[in-house]
C-alpha cells in the first residue's frame, strides 16, 4: 500500500515568515495529493490540493509543488500569520479513493 | 450548504460496551469513508462505502468493527466490547461520484474508553 511520510514534524516561524513541509510517497500509481489544516479539535480542512498531470498550484498565500519522478510534493506557505498556527497533513490517494497521510507538521507562528 | 454532519462530537463508553458512531454525508455526496487518528498521529482508512455496498474495508480490525451505509439514513460505524485501545476520533468523509477523491472531512467523533 501507499506510505506517506512528512517533515518536519514540528515547525516553528517568525510572522511574515515562510514555512515549507515536504512529503514523500511510495506509490508511483498516486494521482491525487491533498493538503489539510486541523486546528486542535477540529475537521481536517482541505486547503490545497494537486494532481499528478501538474507539476504546481498555487492559490494565495499557499502553494503545493509536486515532483513525480522524485515522488516528493511539498506545501509552501508565505507571509505567515498567527491563524496559519495549526497541524497540517498531506496526503496521497491510491486505487482512486484511499487517502494515506502523513504524520502531521505542528506549524506554530510566532508573532 | 450543511457539510459532513457527525454525532455524537464526544463518546464515552466503559469497557465492554458498544459504541455507534453516525455520519450524515454532504447532500449529494453518495460516497463515505471513515477514519481513525490516535493522539498525534494521522488519519488512518479503515473503510469505504457506498449506499447500501462495503467497497473496501481493508482499514477496519476483523473483529469487533462493523460499518454500514443503508438506503437511508446517516452511515454508522459500530465498534463492539470496546477497549481502551479503541479511544481515538473517529472522523468520516464524504465526496461526490463525480470526484471520488475529493474528500470533505466531519467534525469527528472523539471516544473515550473508561
Known amino acids: 500500500g501507499e506510505n506517506v511520510e512528512q517533515h518536519p514534524s514540528t515547525l516553528s516561524v517568525q510572522e511574515g515568515d515562510s514555512a515549507v513541509i515536504k512529503c514523500t510517497y511510495s506509490?508511483?500509481?498516486?494521482?491525487?495529493f491533498p493538503w489539510y489544516k486541523q486546528e486542535l479539535g477540529k475537521r481536517p480542512q482541505l486547503i490545497i490540493d494537486i494532481r499528478s498531470n501538474v507539476g504546481e498550484k498555487k492559490d494565495q498565500r499557499i502553494a503545493v509543488t509536486l515532483n513525480k519522478t522524485a515522488k516528493h510534493f511539498s506545501l509552501h506557505i508565505t507571509e505567515t500569520q498567527p491563524e496559519d498556527s495549526a497541524v497540517y497533513f498531506c496526503a496521497a490517494i491510491s486505487n482512486d479513493y484511499k487517502l494515506s497521510f502523513g504524520a502531521g507538521t505542528t506549524v506554530t507562528v510566532r508573532a | 450548504n450543511a457539510g459532513v454532519m457527525q454525532n455524537p462530537r464526544h463518546l464515552v463508553r466503559r469497557r465492554g460496551q458498544e459504541a455507534r458512531l453516525r455520519c450524515s454525508p454532504m447532500k449529494g455526496h453518495s460516497h463515505v469513508y471513515w477514519y481513525r487518528q490516535l493522539p498525534e498521529e494521522g488519519l488512518k482508512f479503515m473503510v469505504y462505502?457506498?449506499?447500501?455496498?462495503?467497497?473496501?474495508e481493508s482499514g477496519m480490525p476483523k473483529e469487533r468493527f462493523s460499518a454500514e451505509f443503508p438506503k437511508e439514513g446517516p452511515s454508522i460505524l459500530r465498534i463492539q466490547q470496546v477497549v481502551r485501545g479503541d479511544s481515538a476520533a473517529y472522523f468520516c468523509a464524504s465526496s461526490p461520484g463525480t470526484s471520488i477523491e475529493t474528500q470533505y472531512f466531519g467534525p469527528g467523533t472523539r471516544l473515550l474508553v473508561l
Open positions: 506509490d508511483s500509481a498516486s494521482n491525487y
Open positions: 462505502l457506498q449506499k447500501e455496498n462495503i467497497i473496501d
